[in-house]
């Protein structure tokens, strides 16, 4: 064997090393750029997810400074409003049977004879009363 050809040999081995590793490369390359455009799709639909958070935290930041100023003023106010109603209400029925109270101990007194002591209490005209001006 001459050195001529022990050289092509050489070239031819290096040869086909190099196309079966051109071979590999190139699938990795298709692999690699599939993998990019599933990425890149990926990347997209993140985006678009983001941009729709970003819209909704900035109407959550407009709803949420539009009532702090009056954290729960209409809140407040709607129940405040239905509370006082419900207090009159109740005020106005208490002094109604208030009143109705007063005028049957008033004619409760009337027909027992009764006379108010200055303390508040009630003492009957008749009995220790009358025993009491007999002795004076």
Avoid: Q, W
Wanted: with cysteine.
């Amino acid at each position: 064997m001459t050195l001529g050809i022990a050289l092509d040999l050489l070239i031819v081995c290096l040869l086909v090393a190099t196309v079966a590793y051109a071979a590999i490369l190139n699938r990795r390359l298709v692999r690699l750029r599939r993998d990019g455009k599933e990425l890149h799709a990926a990347v997209a639909s993140f985006d678009a997810v983001i941009e729709r958070a970003e819209a909704s935290i900035a109407a959550l930041k407009a709803a949420g400074g539009s009532a702090a100023g009056r954290p729960a003023d209409g809140l407040a106010e709607s129940a405040g409003g239905e509370l006082a109603d419900d207090l009159r209400f109740l005020i106005e029925r208490g002094e109604a049977v208030a009143d109705r109270l007063e005028a049957a101990a008033s004619d409760a007194r009337d027909r027992s004879g009764a006379v108010e002591l200055p303390s508040g209490g009630m003492m009957r005209s008749g009995g220790l009363a009358a025993a009491l001006d007999g002795v004076r």
